[in-house]
């Protein structure tokens, strides 16, 4: 195997040979040397045929700093790996990685200059399989970095501490049933009306208590369980709304899909199939994904939000404005919906900038025709800024916090009632 690879820019390297590499640099590094794995993450990437040159860039560049005995791998479509041998410690391989972040950084003045997050991580210190290196270089690139560089520090592993504490748990829950969803009324603002639900996940453990969605989101990502637990979501989401729809309520409902989601080939077929079997009517489901969802593989996402926009569902970009945010994704993307993310929402009293961003937002969502919900919306102050801009639909605690089908039963009931 050559030790100086050709650029891999049409291929993801599979796990397995990174395991060998990182196996047989074990071997014949010294014993008081270590062996490095530097991640590296392109990050606000455009999509299409742009994307692709960039990562082409950036293993060209990282190519002309390998060492002999040293590996440059792509891993997907916007990150790149080197592993390096026979390294002093960690200054070294800071040393390595300054160097790397500097050969992309200085660009020729007729190239583009990349600005990846790194990250760093040590065998044996911190593993000694490929698996468990390249998720610890990721998490030191991802939350850990300072300027732009981070060694993992595995005090601070989150998602390892969230692991360690909810992996047996979870897969208990999802094979015994244990989650439940509520669901948050949106207000059409013009008419006072409840004219949409968001459900959303919900998981009571008796020792743990309330873990949050984004703990059980990201554990069940990591695990591989996300497809599954998606499926139920849908499944159980589908047949309460039946029940909804059979107490009388006539608007959406809306379902969040997650970034691994995007990337099931069988998923438009599991929601018409779900669809079917529960009578719904499919213009009447909103399918709600956020921009750093979208982003990671555009090209892929998009095709499977074409796939369910064609059966008849609706789609919402959600947390808007706390991602990317780029006109160009927008313009692209199928959707019927643009929901503004809270944190603009809380300060929009105070902050004449967060008023300023929220009536510009509004305004553009209008134009190009895509119907606004403002989230997190709790105070009758935001309420009457929000009328003022002509927001058309809102949600929070002002109406209403989520509840459980047979508080939202009564609760729509009992709106109906005053009408």
């Known amino acids: ?204 453990n008796e020792l743990l208590g309330s873990i949050s969605p984004y703990e059980i989101i990201s554990v069940a990502e990591h695990l591989g369980l996300m497809d599954r637990l998606s499926q139920w979501v849908i499944q159980t989401a589908l047949r309460n709304f039946a029940q909804l729809r059979q107490h009388g309520y006539t608007g959406s409902l809306g379902i969040n899909l997650a970034p691994n989601n995007l990337r099931d080939p069988h998923l438009a077929g599991f929601i018409s199939n779900a669809l079917a079997v529960w009578g719904v009517p499919a213009e009447k489901v909103v399918f709600e994904i956020t921009e750093s969802a979208v982003i990671e593989e555009f090209d892929m996402a998009l095709r499977q939000l074409e796939h369910i926009k064609e059966m008849g569902c609706q789609l919402a970009l959600d947390d808007f404005g706390t991602g990317y945010s780029s006109l160009s994704y927008l313009k692209r993307l199928p959707i019927d919906e643009l929901k503004i993310d809270r944190s603009f929402i809380m300060h929009l009293t105070e902050q004449e900038d967060d008023r300023a961003i929220v009536e510009s937002v509004i305004e553009l969502a209008h134009r190009l025709r895509l119907q606004v919900t403002a989230e997190g919306v709790e105070q009758a102050t935001e309420k009457a800024l929000l009328e003022q801009y002509r927001c058309d639909v809102i949600q929070g605690f002002f109406y209403s916090k989520p509840l459980i089908l047979s508080d939202m039963i009564t609760y729509l009931q009992q709106q109906r009632a005053a009408r």
């Open 1 to 204: 195997m050559p030790t100086r690879p050709a650029l891999a820019a049409q291929i993801t390297t599979p796990r397995h040979l990174l395991d060998e590499l990182i196996a047989e640099g074990l071997s014949q590094t010294d014993q008081d040397k270590k062996t490095a794995v530097i991640y590296l993450e392109l990050r606000h990437l455009h999509p299409g045929h742009y994307r692709e040159r960039l990562l082409e860039l950036m293993l060209k560049r990282l190519h002309s700093i390998v060492r002999t005995g040293d590996y440059l791998f792509q891993l997907d479509s916007h990150s790149a790996l080197l592993l390096l041998n026979q390294l002093s410690g960690v200054s070294h391989a800071m040393l390595a990685a300054h160097r790397a972040q500097q050969v992309l950084m200085d660009a020729p003045t007729d190239e583009q200059r990349l600005y990846p997050q790194i990250g760093i991580a040590l065998a044996p210190d911190h593993g000694s399989d490929g698996e468990t290196l390249i998720d610890a270089a990721k998490i030191a690139a991802h939350q850990f970095a300072h300027e732009h560089i981070g060694i993992y520090d595995p005090d601070r592993d989150w998602l390892g501490q969230q692991l360690a504490r909810l992996e047996a748990p979870l897969r208990e829950a999802l094979q015994q049933n244990k989650f439940h969803l509520a669901f948050q009324p949106k207000i059409e603002l013009a008419s006072q009306q409840v004219t949409g639900l968001e459900v959303l996940l919900r998981w009571e």
